[in-house]
């Protein structure tokens, strides 16, 4: 490491998120367990577990409450997040232009494609590691998943929610299909970030056990420099990298956020589980 | 009145025969034209035959009387004659029984108008009458029962429509001392119905004058029985001395109109004789030693108080010493209780009683000897809170029925006590609860299996219809009534939902979800598609708010879906679904409540929904998989290179390796 800088700051840390993204990402994730907790028992009813599941969650009914509740908080959660997409742009006065195509953006761009077929040609020993920027392809694909998620659940879901007055329009066989598209797509969801999104993030071994960076927002420049090198040789090439350094978290806050993401990962397994159990059921 | 008719216009065209020869109207000439065997008439629009047997006619009483004799309407007539003839008036001669006839009970019915009260000729017969002694006569001693049981037989339109206030008159004679006379041993001058209504002058019991009324009847029977007075001397029990002191019995008292049998005089053993021996405590049977003492209040306090001794003890001898010596049999319960008897017989009690089987119970099993009560009684073994313990003596598990019993039903006893009939019974001590009997019949207990048991498959809902009768009601118009579905297999009855011991409320939880499985029995496809939608998930669940088979097809009233009157019908299914949701329309009812997404015939939308998500699926599954499990090996050399790195920084080596992101 050549820079001063860094060593000066070599107990501060680079700043990733954004304490309002940061909050929303913890929201999301308990309304998307209780989302998923709540629906899975529906979804599995068959399986004895399920039964147990709905009673200690209060009855069906009030799974259903908490199911709505989930649901309407998550939607927020999202109309919170383009709320804030806005006003950054007016902020930082970007041009759409710059949001959609500048290096930081989370819309894909051919730079992904190039690094997609990178990181094939890297896992299969024909070249180096991609030198990933800010956002990496995996991760801009698991942003618009929920994007995709969040418009075919929720509409979904929504038709289930209000079917008696829906239905005075649409015919009741619709309501069967949504039936049917809103649990599998949820079964698409939850396995995906269950598995995949938990594997690319913590699970990976270099990550293992988990990466608490979307709850305290910060890594080390370290890791940055391995992790995202364009990144981190941009920031270092126009001197902007002290901006982003921040204190680290004290340790007892560490200690509470790694409970609390331990606690999400052991339930994303139950859930994982249960459902490869249940599956297995409905195919034997 | 047909036959008065048909006498008219015979006796009418009988004149128009001999029509001219007024002078000389001899029956010959009558018969002119009614000795054709083929001579009709019409009456009304009916066509009768007019022909008057002469040779039938002439042996007759009436032989020697000219036919304008009775038919006098044609005296002096020309022949052949016009028609209708007036009625024949029998009392022109015999003015006494027609004066008696038209005062009784019969002749009155006829000023009355009454149709089926009876004319001379009813009894009699028209032209072909013979003295009441001639055997061949309707009225001869022999026929007489049969002349007025062709009114007076149970199911007759006399018996039925007019009030009368015996029944079984004919049966019961035929079963009397006189009726077995007459029919069995030809006795003619044994007691027939005319020996004591008289002919014609039939009255009411009530009216004084009568032969049968009260003040009348001693003198009726003592026109045969004319000694009796002298010989009479047997006092049954004093019983109606008790009703009525005052009153001097009359001989219908003991010997019943109609009924008068033998097997009333049998009872000349006083119980006090009986009890001179068997009121000692010390008396013992010389065969086996056991006690033969009856106690004497348990018979006054039972229902066979005012039953003698020697009517269930049958066969005693009063002039021996020992009467009962001559006993041989045991005590038949069925002389006098018939009915329970020969259903007894028939039941599976009675069939192995009848193998000897050593546990087969008898009569005296359930009621108790000497102490016998009715089933009203609360102290009795047969009342119905009582009835349990009792059948629970050889049913209960382990006991002498159960462990010989090979069928389904387990634990009987147990599981009834259970039941929300045991519990209303035993619990709730309502006695008009069902228990063992009410189902399965007290006398006519038989296995399922046997078509006239009161529990095989076909009688069950009639036996549950005796309480439950606006269910029967229901079920009996549903699809499930008809015994046997198109598959030939057998449709379900009330226990097949309801089990036959375990009943329970059909509002429990237990049983709410439990009728799913019910129906899903025969319903396989239809329930396993029903768990595929949300209404069947939450109920897999454990809750029974939702709906279940019955909320939408009805419990006992299940009819097609095609019926109109079903709850699925057209007209009904929007309101079936508004019990639950409240804003359902039309449109609401067209979710597909057993849709099922594997049959891409019935239902193309969700078969190809569904293969279109799970394409998406596993698409999606095996592209990050793929990419995932391509990762792992160079993440862990990316692992290693960072241990290495921090090893290197531990030992403050800070040098820069520039080949750790190199692969």
């Known amino acids: ?284 | 009145m047909v036959r008065r008719g048909r006498a008219a216009a015979m006796a009418a065209l009988c004149v128009l025969a001999v029509a001219g020869r007024l002078d000389a109207q001899e029956n010959a000439d009558c018969l002119t034209c009614h000795g054709e065997k083929t001579l009709s008439g019409k009456r009304g629009t009916k066509t009768v035959s007019l022909f008057v047997d002469g040779k039938k006619f002439g042996g007759s009483i009436h032989g020697s009387v000219p036919c304008v004799g009775c038919h006098a309407d044609l005296q002096g007539k020309e022949l052949p004659h016009d028609t209708p003839l007036a009625t024949v008036e029998c009392g022109t001669c015999h003015d006494k029984e027609e004066k008696e006839h038209l005062g009784s009970l019969h002749g009155k019915a006829i000023a009355r108008g009454d149709r089926l009260a009876p004319h001379c000729k009813d009894c009699h017969g028209v032209h072909d009458i013979i003295k009441a002694r001639d055997p061949r006569s309707p009225v001869a001693p022999q026929r007489i029962p049969w002349v007025c049981g062709k009114c007076h037989q149970e199911g007759s339109p006399v018996q039925r429509q007019r009030e009368i206030h015996q029944d079984h008159i004919l049966e019961n004679y035929s079963e009397s001392i006189h009726g077995e006379a007459l029919m069995k041993k030809g006795l003619v001058v044994t007691a027939t119905c005319v020996s004591c209504h008289t002919a014609h002058r039939i009255l009411p019991h009530t009216d004084p004058r009568s032969s049968i009324s009260r003040k009348n009847i001693a003198s009726t029977c003592t026109t045969c029985h004319a000694q009796i007075e002298t010989v009479h001397r047997k006092v049954i029990r004093g019983e109606l001395w008790e009703r009525e002191a005052s009153m001097l019995p009359a001989c219908v008292d003991c010997h019943q109109p109609h009924k008068v049998r033998k097997v009333f005089y049998d009872q000349g053993m006083a119980d006090a004789d009986c009890m001179r021996c068997h009121g000692n405590p010390d008396i013992k049977a010389s065969r086996d030693g056991r006690s033969l003492v009856v106690a004497q209040g348990e018979i006054r306090d039972s229902r066979h108080t005012k039953v003698a001794c020697s009517q269930c003890h049958a066969e005693v001898n009063a002039s021996h010493t020992r009467p009962c010596e001559t006993i041989t049999k045991k005590v038949e319960c069925s002389s006098c209780h018939a009915e329970m008897g020969q259903q007894y017989q028939k039941s599976m009690h009675g069939l192995l009683l009848a193998k000897n089987e050593q546990n087969a119970p008898s009569c005296i099993e359930c009621h108790g000897t000497h102490g016998i009560m009715g089933k009203r009684d609360p102290r009795s073994a047969t009342f119905p809170t009582h009835v349990p313990d009792l059948c629970a003596r050889c049913h209960r598990e382990g006991n002498k029925a159960a462990v010989r019993y090979t069928g389904r039903q387990h634990d009987i006893i147990g599981r009834y006590e259970e039941s929300i009939h045991g519990k209303g019974l035993l619990k709730s001590g309502l006695t008009v609860t069902a228990m063992c009997t009410d189902c399965h019949t007290a006398h006519s207990v038989q296995p399922i299996s046997s078509p006239e048991s009161s529990v095989n498959p076909k009688n069950v809902p009639a036996t549950c219809g005796r309480c439950h009768h606006g269910i029967e009601e229901q079920f009996n118009v549903s699809i499930h009534a008809t015994e046997t579905g198109k598959t030939g297999k057998r449709l379900p009855v009330c226990n097949d939902c309801h089990s036959a011991h375990t009943i329970r409320r059909a509002d429990t939880e237990g049983f709410k979800l439990t009728i799913m499985a019910q129906c899903g029995q025969c319903h396989t496809e239809i329930a396993e598609t029903y768990f595929e939608t949300y209404h069947g998930k939450v109920s897999q669940l454990g809750y029974t708010k939702t709906a279940k088979c019955y909320d939408c097809h009805g419990a006992h009233d299940i009819l097609k879906v095609s019926d109109p009157r079903s709850h699925l019908s057209r007209a009904n299914v929007v309101a079936t679904c508004q019990k639950c949701h409240a804003g359902a329309t039309r449109r609401f009812a067209g979710y597909l409540t057993h849709a099922t997404h594997h049959d891409p015939e019935k239902y193309p939308l969700l078969f190809y929904t569904f293969w279109g998500m799970t394409g998406l699926l596993v698409g999606t599954f095996v592209l990050g998989g793929l990419h995932t499990v391509l990762w792992i090996p160079r993440a862990l050399q990316m692992r290693r290179a960072r241990t290495k790195r921090l090893k290197d920084a531990a030992r403050g080596e800070t040098e820069e390796t520039s080949e750790e992101t190199k692969g």
């Open chain 1, 1 to 284: 490491m050549e820079t001063l800088g860094v060593r000066e700051g070599d107990r501060k840390e680079y700043l990733r998120f954004s304490r309002l993204n940061r909050t929303l990402h913890v929201v999301m994730i308990v309304t998307f367990m209780s989302l998923a907790l709540t629906g899975m028992t529906l979804k599995f009813s068959y399986t004895a577990w399920a039964g147990t599941l709905s009673h200690l969650l209060g009855g069906y009914e009030s799974a259903g409450y908490i199911h709505r509740l989930a649901a309407v908080l998550m939607v927020g959660i999202f109309i919170l997040h383009i709320n804030d997409l806005v006003r950054r742009k007016k902020k930082e006065s970007l041009s759409w232009k710059a949001l959609v195509t500048g290096p930081d953006t989370m819309m894909p761009t051919k730079r992904d494609l190039t690094d997609l077929i990178g990181s094939l040609r890297w896992f299969l020993g024909r070249g180096e590691r991609p030198r990933y920027g800010r956002w990496t392809y995996w991760e801009k694909f698991d942003y618009f998943a929920v994007f995709w998620g969040i418009f075919v659940i929720g509409s979904t879901g929504f038709m289930l929610w209000f079917a008696e007055f829906l239905t005075i329009l649409i015919p009741g066989w619709v309501i069967n299909v949504a039936t049917i598209i809103h649990s599998d797509e949820a079964l698409l969801a939850v396995g995906f970030i269950f598995t995949v999104h938990f594997f690319n993030t913590h699970l990976r071994p270099e990550k293992f056990p988990m990466d608490i960076v979307i709850f305290t927002g910060r890594m080390t420049v370290e890791e940055l420099r391995v992790d995202k090198p364009s990144e981190y040789e941009a920031l270092v090439k126009n001197g902007t990298l002290e901006d982003h350094l921040v204190a680290p978290y004290p340790p007892i806050v560490i200690r509470t956020i790694r409970a609390f993401a331990w606690f999400a990962l052991g339930l994303g397994f139950c859930i994982v589980v249960w459902i490869i159990y249940a599956m297995m059921f409905v195919y034997m």
